[in-house]
């Protein structure tokens, strides 16, 4: 695997203004298609469950898989999708670039975020950090997760050795599990399979889903403008599929623990351990994104403060009717 040990540079995304939503699929129009970039990531499990349901209201969904947000984003940002599943942090980096291809449209779920530490390793507080090998996805979303807290707690992001890990998320356990680092900063399943195999565990004083800055969201559903012009009404089918079985999930944990494990391919205990630890759940919100947009500013992550232009890159409407049907 390769490493670096900082963040190297960020890619410039894009933001828009809002779009109005239209009414039904007519009925007996062709197929709109809708093709829409996911992660294999718990949080995501609502997202196999809908097709079957869109195709019956003439909506094609067109499933691409990415092994990360950033090459989601990527591709969304070019018009290869019309919606991606991309971390909290993108709407502001988009508009501190000056790119305003991409509107947020709702968040998905939260959960504590836990540093994941090597078995026989002491992380009892933030100051056992200091000197320690931790691998971390710089510019990811439980990057910005984890940098925010460390500036919230006044620890200098120098006190340790941060090994950058490029891939997905089995790299870090792997990491882990040889002894090349000391802990983690990574997302699900790949915190609860260390826990789950003995190798690694939670540090459950050292949660970074806590700070006002970036909170608690584990990702979010983002269109691009230009792409979903003119699908308006495929677009609220999608989303508001996409609520009913995000709350039918949260609603039974039984229920959810399964999606995980179709969607995942992990073993039954770990889908389960899973499920428990996920809130399902639109988490994000405007004023959040404008926390962050400050702090990543502050942070020298992005090159100016955008808090002002992101209500303009935001479109609640397709949420707040599927919130209501």
């Not at 950090?129 to 940098?147: E, T, Y």
């Not at 006044?154 to 997905?168: D, H, K, R, T, W």
């Not at 609520?243 to 039974?252: P, T, Y």
């Amino acid at each position: 695997m390769h490493r670096r040990t900082f963040l190297a540079g960020l890619s410039g995304l894009g933001a828009s203004a809002l779009l109005p939503v239209s009414g039904a699929l007519a009925q007996g129009a062709a197929p709109v298609t809708l093709t829409v970039g996911y992660a294999k990531v718990a949080h995501l499990a609502p997202i196999i469950l809908i097709a079957d349901k869109l195709k019956a209201q003439g909506v094609e969904l067109k499933l691409v898989e990415f092994a990360r947000y950033a090459d989601a984003r990527t591709a969304l940002q070019a018009g290869s999708l019309d919606i991606a599943t991309v971390g909290p942090a993108d709407i502001p980096i988009s508009l501190a670039n000056g790119s305003t291809a991409l509107v947020g449209i709702m968040g998905v779920g939260s959960s504590p975020k836990y540093v994941i530490a090597r078995t026989g390793t002491k992380f009892e507080s933030w100051d056992n950090i200091k000197g320690k090998k931790i691998a971390i996805a710089p510019g990811s979303a439980v990057w910005f997760q984890f940098a925010a807290t460390l500036i919230e707690k006044g620890v200098p992001y120098n006190s340790f050795q941060a090994i950058n890990i490029q891939g997905g998320g089995a790299n870090f356990d792997q990491a882990l599990e040889k002894g090349e680092v000391d802990a983690i900063v990574t997302w699900e399943p790949f915190e609860s399979i260390p826990v789950m195999k003995g190798y690694g565990y939670f540090a459950k004083n050292l949660d970074y889903s806590t700070s006002k800055a970036a909170g608690a969201e584990l990702g979010m559903l983002v269109a691009n403008k230009t792409n979903i012009a003119g699908k308006d009404a495929a677009v609220q089918a999608f989303v508001s599929a996409y609520v009913k079985e995000m709350k039918a999930l949260e609603a039974s944990p039984a229920a959810f623990a399964t999606a995980i494990q179709t969607l995942t391919g992990l073993d039954a205990d770990i889908s389960k351990r899973i499920a428990e630890i996920i809130k399902l759940g639109p988490v994000v919100t405007p004023d959040q994104l404008k926390r962050q947009a400050k702090a990543f500013n502050d942070l020298g992550v992005i090159p100016k403060d955008v808090t002002g232009q992101i209500d303009g890159a935001w479109n609640s409407t397709y949420l707040d009717k599927a919130l209501k049907s």
